[in-house]
């Protein structure tokens, strides 16, 4: 009986062991799975591609210079008595700029001009004396040999005055270049000399005392000083900016500028901030190419009515070659490079990304040109591409100073696919 009832117990404790594998299994064959996780967007920053006209430009380092630069330098020696210009203010071309003592030139042109009265009287009495000659040799009552002398001194006497007539015309240029007057309109520069120096001809601030005058007016100092001028002029409106360019650069210059008969678009552009100084044209190229850098030297020519260009001053020239209209532009930060070449990603409406690739024909600046690949209105990531697939799912970040809690526009409707091939 009792091993009976231990088989009993086995049994019912082996059904009831089943019966709880079975109910387990049932639970967990039956039990509902857990949805997969939805993926995570990628926070992006975004643009619009737009159409555009885009200037293709070349940049290259200038400088300003003066239009037309000239060294003022006294014509006479003398004293410089006074001085009439304040430096760096504007003077006009016949403006005195300075005056050396005429008191030599003066008295010298008073010399020349009593030299050439005296022998003009001396040239009308010769003239009287021929006249008498003429008819006492037609009446034979002198000898033709007394004629002919009296011809040659009347020759010789009006030879006599025109080197007086020199004489005085001479004084008279030295005693009116005692007044130094500004040959252009400009800038005047710092003073190289100070009232009171002795100057000589072509030179400044000698510092002999003792000048010598001529019957002609010229006069010389003792002793020499340096080539230095008096002040140097210099044409600021308008002003040149020069520059170089490649030879290969040169001869589409050329090319475009129909020999550069036709004005070039140039800007000058701040080194240090890149703002625009001015905007000039280019109408003037060098006859040669220079043999050591293979570079052409060229010239603008800007207005610079506010003066903001100055000469001397190194520049970042821009020079437009031409225009592209109705050109399909990008950010040049949404342009990603491959192993099959350049791509963007552009986002669809239901916020996810596509890999497009894309043809471009020129950059200019931050400005892609891209000829195939994506069109007008598509909106391209500019920022977070590195995390990005295709297919990924994304978050637009709000533009700088945008609040981060207002809601994004919603995204357009996908634009058709280019008719282009991308491939």
Known sequence: MT????????WVMGV???????????????????????????PVAVAQAKVQNVPVTIRELGMAQAWTSVTVYAQVSGILQKVDFTEG?????GQVLAEIDPAPYRAALTQAQGALKRDQALLAGAKVDLTRYKTLVDQDSISR??????????QQDAGTVLLDQGSVDTAEVNLRWTRIVSPVSGRAGVRMVDQGNLINAGNSGASASAITTSATGSSSASTSSSNSGIVIINQLEPIAVTFSVPQGAFQQLTDLSDGFRKPLATQALSQETGAVLGDGQLTIADNRVNPATGTVELKARFDNAGDRLWPGQFINVQLTLKTLPDAVTIPSAALNHGPKGPFVYVVGPDQKVANRPVKTSWTEGDTVVVSEGVMDGDTVVTDGQKTLDDGSLVKVNPPPGQDPSAKPAPNA??????QKSTS
Request: no cysteine; glycine share 2%.
């Open 3 to 10: 091993s009976t009832r231990k088989g009993r117990l086995y």
């Open 16 to 42: 009831i062991a089943l019966v709880a594998i079975a109910l387990v299994a049932w639970v967990l064959l039956h039990r509902k799975k857990a949805p997969p996780p939805k993926p995570q967007a990628v």
């Open 89 to 93: 203010q504007q003077v006009k071309a």
């Open 145 to 154: 040999q007394t004629y002919d002398d009296q011809v040659a001194q009347v």
């Open 413 to 418: 409707a996908p634009n058709p696919a280019p």
